[in-house]
């Protein structure tokens, strides 16, 4: 009897597993897992004003950029800078012999010495001769000889003095300062080399005052005007610059088919002569365009496209897009005001995808 019922125990207890691995069967083929959803962003699409833009990139001229020049000949003694340093107004750039003009000099002022005696003499004789008239002991004659003599001196001795003066303006050019703050360019000559008159000592370029130029394409020739809006941009400087064209310059020609944008910049001391500059034009502004965020425009076989968001699907609307700015871009056609897209991870979606929009 004990034998009998220990076999229908274990014959129920097989059964049992049987029943339970079954049912853990068919648990398992009834949850086979699909691919789980996209967890994305949404954003509702909305219409707002935008700027009609072009941009290009030019270069910075500076339009002070001296070449300073030997004014006197001479042998240059030391020249105190070196290409790239930086330089303020009046400082001294070089130095050159003046050994000459202080020996000129003081030949001049010696020569201004023998005059003033000459008419300090002078000057006593016509005193006396007057005295010597007014007793009725010579005639007047005579005194007016002396008072032209004494005139001649005079006259003498403005000459000499005038020639010590420019003796010692030339001696004075034998040291070169900088005319305008700036940054030295190229140094033309060294120490020990013998300059004439004009011959260059150095190159100092200023960013004061600067010029861009712009080259756009011809097919916006109609549309560029003096006095329109251009903002501008260098890799040398944060700083965004708003100022006006100043002139339009046609280089239309065979082999260079653009226009010179103009401009000016002032007083910029991060902006730097031969930079490249970016200038964007605004040639208008366009009211209730659709925008959206440049990470929801994704690019696809098809081309440029959007994903729509409806009952959690992403259903992709192939999209033609216009200006961009500020991290948005212009949606010409394909989507509509209101409608729901994905922004971020839209990259990582397909058509019909499945999609979570994760919470704000």
């Given at each position: 009897m004990h034998k009998i019922t220990s076999t229908l125990a274990a014959m129920l207890v097989l059964s049992l597993m049987t029943a339970c691995g079954k049912q853990d069967k068919n648990a398992a083929d009834n949850a086979q897992p699909g691919p789980k959803p996209t967890l994305v962003t949404a954003a509702t699409v909305n219409k707002s004003s935008i700027e009609i833009t072009e941009s290009a990139v030019g270069s910075l001229e500076g339009l002070i950029d001296p070449t300073i020049a030997a004014e006197v000949a001479a042998r240059v003694i030391k020249v105190h800078v070196s290409p790239g340093q930086r330089v303020k107004k009046g400082q001294l750039i070089a130095t050159l012999d003046s050994t000459e003009f202080n020996l000129q000099r003081n030949?001049?002022?010696?020569?201004?010495?023998?005059?003033?005696?000459?008419?300090?003499?002078?000057?006593?004789?016509?005193?006396?001769?007057?005295?010597?008239?007014?007793?009725?002991?010579?005639?007047?004659?005579?005194?007016?000889?002396?008072?032209?003599?004494?005139?001649?001196?005079?006259?003498?001795?403005?000459?000499?003095?005038?020639?010590?003066?420019?003796?010692?303006?030339?001696?004075?050019?034998?040291?070169?300062?900088?005319?305008?703050?700036?940054?030295?360019?190229?140094?033309?000559?060294?120490?020990?080399?013998?300059?004439?008159?004009?011959?260059?000592?150095?190159?100092?370029?200023?960013?004061?005052?600067l010029r861009a130029h712009i080259p756009f394409p011809e097919r916006l020739s109609n549309q560029l005007k003096p006095g329109m809006k251009v903002r501008l941009t260098t890799p040398t400087s944060d700083k965004i610059l708003e100022t006006e064209i100043r002139e339009l310059k046609l280089m239309i020609s065979e082999t260079n088919r653009s226009i010179d944008i103009i401009t000016d910049i002032n007083n910029e001391s991060d902006w730097q002569p031969g930079a490249s500059v970016t200038g964007t034009v605004?040639?208008?502004?366009?009211?209730?365009?659709?925008?959206?965020?440049?990470?929801?425009?994704?690019?696809?076989?098809?081309?440029?496209?959007?994903?729509?968001?409806?009952?959690?699907?992403?259903?992709?609307?192939?999209?033609?897009?216009?200006?961009?700015?500020?991290?948005?871009?212009?949606?010409?056609?394909?989507?509509?005001?209101?409608?729901?897209?994905?922004?971020?991870?839209?990259?990582?979606?397909?058509?019909?995808?499945?999609?979570?929009?994760?919470?704000?």
């Open positions: 030949e001049a002022q010696a020569e201004v010495a023998r005059i003033e005696a000459l008419l300090n003499n002078q000057t006593k004789i016509v005193e006396r001769s007057q005295a010597l008239v007014n007793k009725n002991f010579i005639s007047q004659n005579a005194v007016d000889a002396d008072i032209a003599q004494q005139n001649v001196l005079k006259e003498q001795l403005t000459g000499a003095k005038a020639r010590v003066a420019s003796i010692r303006n030339l001696g004075s050019k034998t040291s070169i300062y900088a005319p305008t703050d700036g940054v030295v360019e190229k140094k033309v000559v060294d120490t020990g080399e013998f300059v004439k008159i004009g011959d260059p000592i150095v190159q100092v370029v200023s960013n004061r005052k605004i040639l208008g502004k366009k009211a209730n365009a659709i925008m959206v965020p440049e990470q929801s425009v994704v690019l696809r076989p098809a081309g440029e496209v959007v994903y729509q968001i409806k009952n959690n699907i992403a259903h992709q609307a192939l999209v033609k897009t216009g200006q961009r700015q500020n991290g948005m871009v212009e949606i010409v056609a394909g989507i509509q005001e209101n409608d729901t897209i994905v922004v971020d991870g839209a990259g990582f979606l397909t058509d019909q995808a499945k999609i979570k929009i994760a919470d704000k």
